[in-house]
């Protein structure tokens, strides 16, 4: 089996691209869509003598993202025993909830901790050291319970460092390879297929590859597309030799 048989990756706008996934297709839709923070970033923060800490997200932040737009299209092609966890942010799960808990069974929640985020330079707050990840299932849906105290709804890590961080092109959101290998082990099985409309620098990608399982990506942006697929290749041609 080739490279294009376990892996579909394609440049361009999701909206479009989803509707050439068939009924039914995908086992484990497995994403992190923009969250819009950018309209609520205090923006880049001078810091005396250093350079000003980067505080902008990106510009595709800025863009409305509209969780509605998306749901139908999600339920079509997820199986019945697929699961749906996305990544997104206290300013959107609102949103999420509103749109995708009555279409399932079941709704819970994950929560990613931070173990080192960003200092808060003026200690005025929290330090943001928490991503949430929405997720939703059907009865019958897949699950590989691994064990009591492996099953909290929390997962940790470090943020996503060198040397897997890229540098060029830096994606500002790129998340580490180990959370997602935890999801991707629990909520499908090998050789399943696992999407990801907003792929970035191919995360999801390299996570599903790595267990096994085949993958469809999607991602507008050429130059993380481009690096999406350097990292899928070599995942590939890691887990063949
Ligand atoms: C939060 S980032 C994903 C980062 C990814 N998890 C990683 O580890 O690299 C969201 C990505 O969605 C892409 N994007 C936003 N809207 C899109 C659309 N309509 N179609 C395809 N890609 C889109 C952005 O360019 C961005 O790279």
Known sequence: MNFS???????????????K??????DFIL???PYNLGRHSTGNIPLPGRTPMNNDVAL??????????????????????????VFTSYNMI?????????????TQFMVWHKKNPAPKIFK??????????????????????????E???????????????????????????????????IASNENDVVFD?????????????SLNRRFIGFERDEAYFKAAQCRLEKEYARDIL
Not at 21 to 26: A, F, G, K, S
Not at 60 to 85: Q, T
Not at 94 to 106: A, I, M, Q, V
Request: charged residues 20%; glycine residues 6%.
């Open 31 to 33: 994403t992190d869509p």
């Open 151 to 185: 099953m909290h709804n929390f997962v940790e890590s470090t943020i996503c460092m060198r040397p897997e961080r890229l540098s060029n092109p830096k994606h500002p959101t790129q998340k580490p390879v180990s959370i997602l290998k935890k999801m991707i082990s």
């Open 5 to 19: 048989h376990r892996c579909a990756l394609r440049l361009g706008d999701s909206h479009e691209l989803i509707r």
């Open 124 to 149: 005025a707050g929290f330090l943001n050291s928490c991503e949430i990840i929405f997720c939703c299932w059907n009865k019958g849906h897949t699950w590989n319970f691994i064990s009591q105290a």
């Open 197 to 209: 409309p907003f792929m970035g620098v191919g995360s999801t990608g390299v996570a599903a590859l």
């Open 21 to 26: 996934i068939p009924d039914n297709y995908v």
């Open 60 to 85: 595709w932040d800025l863009e409305p993202f509209v969780p509605a737009e998306w749901v139908d299209e999600f339920i079509r092609i997820l199986k019945p025993s697929g699961n749906l966890f």
């Open 94 to 106: 609102g949103k999420w909830y509103d749109n995708l808990d009555h279409r399932f069974s079941t």
